[in-house]
C-alpha cells in the first residue's frame, strides 16, 4: 500500500468537509434564531387574534335574547383554521367557539395567558369583570414545520456549494503547485555538467528553505567536483614529464645495453610506462570532458574532422575501417576537439575489443547520427549497463583501463547529447554499437 499522501487529495477533502461541518453549523445556528424569533411573531400573532376576537364575541353574546346555549361561529368559506377559539364561562361552559375547534384540547377551566400542551399552545383573555374568557389554541407542528421549513431552504445551497468548493481546492492547489513542479524539475535537470543554483520566480514562501537548501547541495557538490577535477587533471599533468623523461632514459639504454635479458627486461618496463603514459592522458581526457560543456560558440561541419580522423586509423589499421558520411556538411555545436576525442575513443575500443580481420563501420547520416559498430563477442546486458561508468570494464584480455567510454559519455552528456550503447549491434547477432547523435542546436532564441 502506498503511504504517499496527495497533497491536493487532502486539501481538497478536509477543505470540503470543513466547509459542510461549518455550513451545517451555520444551519443549525439559524435554525434555532429563526425558531425564536418566530415563536415571538406567532404569539404576537395568537395575542392579538384573541384580543380582535373577544369584544366580537362578547357583543354577540351580550345581544342573544336568551340563553341559547353554545354556539358555533358560522364558516364563511371553506379553509384549515389554523387558529381554532373557545368562549367560556368561568366554570367552563362553552358559549361561543371557532368552527373546527376541538374542545377537549382546552383546559377544563379557562386560563390567562400563554400556556403550552404537548401539541398546541393558547392565549388566554377575559373580558366583563372575568366572566367572559377567550383562549385561542394554535398547533405547535404548524410552527415546527415553518422552522423545519426555513432550515432546508438554508441547506439547499449545500448541495451546490460541495461540487463548487472540491473543485476551487482542486483548481486553486494545482494552480499553486505548478510553480513547485517546476522546481522539481529545474532540480531533476542538473547534473554532473550543470550544478547551477535552482531558481523559479514566485516560488510559495514555504518552498523557499528547500530552495535553499539545495542551492547549498549544489554549491558543495561544485565545489567537490571542482577538487576532484582539477586533482585529476593537474596529477595527470605532473605525471607526463617524468614519464617522458624516464621512458626517453629507458630508449637510450636500450640502445647502449648488448645485454639481451637487461633489454627484454627494459621493454617490460617501456610498456608498463607506456600504459601508464596512456592512463594519464586518458584521466586529463576524462577531467576536461567532466568540467567543460564540449559545446563550441559557432558551429562547424564534423564531417570533414570525421574523415580526417578514420584516415589516419586506416593507415594503421589496414583497411578495416568502413567510413560512410554523407556529401552534405553535418553542422553542429559540438565542440571539434572533443569530438575528435570522441570519435578516438570510439575507434580505439572497436579495434580493441572487436572481433580481428572483421571490419569496422563508422557511419554518420544527414541527420547527424553517429554509428560505431564492430563484430566481436557480445558483451551481457548487466555488464553493458555498467562500461560507461569510470574504470569498469568488461573485456579483461585486452588491455586497458576503462576510461575510454566514461570520456565518451562525459562528452556527451555535456553537451546534452545520449549515448546508445548495444551488444549484439542492431541488426547482427553479436558485435557492439555505440550510436549517438552529434547535431547540437542553441536552443535558446
Ligand atoms: N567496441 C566494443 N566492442 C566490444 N566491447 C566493448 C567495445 N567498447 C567497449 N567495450 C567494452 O566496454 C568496456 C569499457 O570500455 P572503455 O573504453 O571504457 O574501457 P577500455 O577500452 O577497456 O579501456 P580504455 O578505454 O581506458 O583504454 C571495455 O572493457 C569492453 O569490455
Ligand atoms: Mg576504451
Do not use: C
Amino acid at each position: 500500500m502506498s503511504t504517499k499522501v496527495s497533497l491536493q487529495r487532502t486539501l481538497g477533502l478536509s477543505l470540503t468537509i470543513g466547509i459542510i461541518v461549518l455550513w451545517l453549523l451555520g444551519v443549525a445556528a439559524a435554525g434555532l434564531v429563526a425558531r425564536y424569533k418566530m415563536n415571538d411573531v406567532f404569539d404576537s400573532a395568537l395575542e392579538e387574534t384573541a384580543q380582535r376576537i373577544l369584544p366580537l364575541a362578547v357583543t354577540e353574546i351580550l345581544n342573544r335574547e336568551n340563553d341559547t346555549g353554545p354556539q358555533r361561529a358560522p364558516m364563511l368559506k371553506a379553509h384549515d383554521e389554523y387558529l381554532t377559539y373557545l368562549v367560556r364561562k368561568p366554570s367552563g361552559e362553552i358559549l361561543l367557539q371557532s368552527h373546527d375547534v376541538e374542545p377537549e384540547l382546552f383546559s377544563p377551566l379557562p386560563r390567562e395567558g400563554f400556556s403550552d400542551t404537548a401539541t398546541h399552545r393558547f392565549y388566554g383573555a377575559s373580558a366583563v369583570s372575568g366572566t367572559i374568557y377567550i383562549e385561542v389554541a394554535e398547533p405547535l407542528a404548524h410552527r415546527r414545520a415553518a422552522v423545519l421549513e426555513t432550515s432546508l431552504a438554508l441547506l439547499i445551497p449545500l448541495l451546490l456549494l460541495i461540487p463548487v468548493s472540491l473543485l476551487g481546492v482542486w483548481w486553486l492547489i494545482r494552480r499553486s503547485l505548478r510553480r513547485v513542479v517546476m522546481l522539481q524539475q529545474s532540480i531533476e535537470a542538473r547534473g554532473g555538467g550543470d550544478l547551477s543554483s535552482v531558481y523559479v520566480a514566485r516560488l510559495p514562501q514555504e518552498f523557499e528553505p528547500v530552495v535553499n537548501a539545495v542551492n547549498h547541495l549544489l554549491e558543495r557538490l561544485r565545489r567537490t567536483l571542482e577538487a576532484e577535477r582539477s586533482f585529476t587533471a593537474n596529477s595527470a599533468h605532473e605525471l607526463r614529464t617524468p614519464l617522458a623523461s624516464a621512458l626517453a632514459k629507458l630508449q637510450r639504454l636500450q640502445a647502449k645495453t648488448q645485454d639481451e635479458q637487461v633489454r627484454v627486461q627494459a621493454e617490460e618496463i617501456e610498456g608498463s610506462l607506456r600504459t601508464l603514459a596512456r592512463l594519464s592522458e586518458k584521466l586529463l581526457e576524462l577531467a576536461k570532458a567532466e568540467g567543460g560543456s564540449a559545446l563550441a560558440e559557432n558551429d562547424t561541419d564534423l564531417v570533414p574532422i570525421l574523415r580526417m580522423i578514420v584516415s589516419d586509423y586506416q593507415h594503421k589499421a589496414s583497411g578495416h575501417l568502413k567510413l560512410d558520411v554523407p556529401d552534405t556538411p553535418v553542422m553542429s555545436l559540438l565542440d571539434s576537439d572533443a569530438f575528435a576525442i570522441l570519435i578516438r575513443n570510439l575507434i580505439d575500443n572497436a579495434l580493441k575489443h572487436g572481433a580481428r580481420q572483421q571490419p569496422i563501420t563508422i557511419s554518420l547520416t544527414d541527420k547527424g547520427v553517429l554509428r560505431v559498430v564492430n563484430a566481436g563477442e557480445v558483451v551481457p546486458p548487466e555488464k553493458l549497463a555498467l562500461v560507461r561508468r569510470r574504470f569498469v570494464r568488461s573485456d579483461t584480455k585486452s588491455l586497458g583501463s576503462g576510461i575510454g567510454l566514461a570520456i565518451v559519455d562525459a562528452i556527451a552528456s555535456g553537451a546534452g547529447i545520449e549515448l546508445s550503447l548495444r551488444s549484439p549491434a542492431s541488426g547482427q547477432r553479436d558485435g557492439f554499437e555505440a550510436e549517438l547523435n552529434i547535431v547540437v542546436t542553441r536552443t535558446d532564441s
